[in-house]
DNA sequence: CGACCATACCTCGGAGTCGAGATATAGCAA
DNA sequence: TTGCTATATCTCGACTCCGAGGTATGGTCG
């Protein structure tokens, strides 16, 4: 996902290393910021991977700067990506957001789109309990202890709400289609 | 935070890995389900750490089975993690609910266990933004296509929920006290 | 009887991730 | 001048994780 995210960035503009730190601290850093330790090498796996190249820029800022930027194999990769639904992990919050974030890169295939929200809805529809006692799964009104009843009240209401929202956007998407 | 959950469960009364292993899908399982190359290995550290010890039970099924139980240790090792809000990564989605999970492990420690809350409604009063133009955020209202939208939607009624849960569930804590 | 599945556990290689630290410059303040 | 902070990148070892595979046994179905 950090590739994805990366190139989902690049996307947009090129940026170098500490640009892109920022914006990835901002998308995951309610979650969890990533480290140098992660995005360094990760930038030179994609750049061995051919999907990004960097030019060196010397003199702009304190330390040499790398700027980094998609190459037409890197923004085939992430619209093939985005593209194929069924290869996406929407079965993860941060995940699933992190595709989200990106998804505005198909415009003009509205189609594309609406088949990765049809797989989140998919994936919402399907039944889902935290817990079992023995063999049966123990809902919010059972649970006895405050807390696991707060997780699936949460729970609850987050997928009503990304449920709401994905059925009017999947309406709108079919729409224009 | 595997290590958590497998002592959350095993807190509850001995298991054997297979079991262990049926718990942790339905808990991580609508997220994404751990695999044995990740339980197994989990189960050795904890056990070479005198967290949790086994007994073999030949017999009962198909193949042997190793009854996992907690030590003391083990189980003053979970309540320890638990009392200290600050080492619990509070930040992410997916951890935070294991947290969640396993806090009525703390019962008849009303204040300790509020005290996590607290911890987890002063990270959602942290104003976040997802993305950045330049230098400043983009507010839902902003945001010009629908999917960043519907991120900035959904992650402000998800958050509006669980705030209101963490606060009524704070007030009878802090009755209870 | 053989095929197949569920139970039950383990190992290995490869990959990703983290934390800590190293390096360097520019600018500002004491 | 010394020191601090921000910019900007990189490396290393340790650890975790995953996927793929391997090894058994017991039960069911045809």
């Known amino acids: 996902m950090l590739k994805l995210a ?13 640009e892109l730190r920022r914006h990835l601290a901002a998308l995951t ?14 930038i030179k796996r994609l750049e061995s991977d ?12 304190a330390a040499p700067r790398h700027t980094l930027r998609l190459t037409d194999a890197g923004r085939a990769t992430l619209l093939d990506r985005l593209r194929t639904p069924d290869d996406l992990d929407v079965s993860d919050e941060n995940r699933w957001f992190t595709v989200l974030a990106f998804l505005r890169h198909l415009d003009g295939e509205p189609a594309a789109q ?7 809805l998919a994936f919402l529809d399907e039944p889902a ?15 006895t202890d405050p807390f696991r009843r707060g997780m699936l009240l949460i729970a609850r209401a987050t997928t009503a709400a990304e449920r709401d929202w994905l059925r009017t956007t999947l309406a709108e998407l079919d729409r224009s289609v």
């Not at 309990?129 to 649970?143: I, L, W």
């Open 29 to 42: 850093g309610h979650v969890r910021p990533i480290s140098d330790g992660t995005l360094y090498p990760a």
């Open 129 to 143: 309990s935290f817990f079992y006692e023995g063999d049966r799964p123990v809902g919010a009104e059972e649970a």
């Open 50 to 61: 051919g999907l990004l190249v960097r030019s060196t820029e010397p003199g702009a800022a």
């Open 6 to 18: 990366i190139l989902g960035f690049l996307h947009d503009r090129p940026l170098h290393g500490y």
């Open 114 to 120: 609406a088949a990765v929200l049809r797989r989140r």
